[in-house]
């Protein structure tokens, strides 16, 4: 089936392409907040614990919407562990590590979803600028 959105199968595809780099990376992030959410010890357990539980909750949210953009898009969102890892530029760890680790780990992680997500905007301002062709 044909889509027609008003978006160049082109652009289009470079658009799924840069989501599905921000899918990786915001599937990594999710599985590394979740890991320490169920590890973090010390004495900020409870703050961190619950503060990990919301951040994991909101990027499993934004993992959702960013696949079902892709499919929108007319392509099929990355699945597998192999092709997810492929993707991601975030560095995986074994969820194990002191809590201000953990934290400066998370900070560097949400600095590359920024950077990846703004990699993207280019690309989708000029296709949701260009006049579709007939």
């Given at each position: ?59 499993w949210q934004a993992v959702d919407e ?69």
């Amino acid at each position: 089936m044909d889509i027609n959105i008003g978006i160049a199968e082109n652009d289009r595809k470079l658009l799924a392409g840069g989501l599905s780099h921000l899918l990786a990376d915001t599937y990594a992030v999710y599985h590394k907040t979740h890991a320490y959410h169920w590890n973090v010890t010390g004495p900020m357990f409870n703050t961190l614990h619950l503060m990990f539980e919301g951040q994991y909750t909101e990027l499993w949210q934004a993992v959702d919407e960013i696949a079902e953009r892709i499919r929108a898009l007319g392509h099929f969102a990355p699945g597998g562990y192999a092709l997810l890892t492929s993707l991601t530029k975030i560095d995986e760890d074994n969820g194990v590590a002191p809590a201000d680790t953990m934290i400066r780990h998370l900070v560097t992680d949400h600095e590359t979803l920024v950077r990846t997500a703004r990699e993207i905007l280019p690309v989708a301002r000029r296709a949701t600028t260009r006049q579709p062709t007939l």
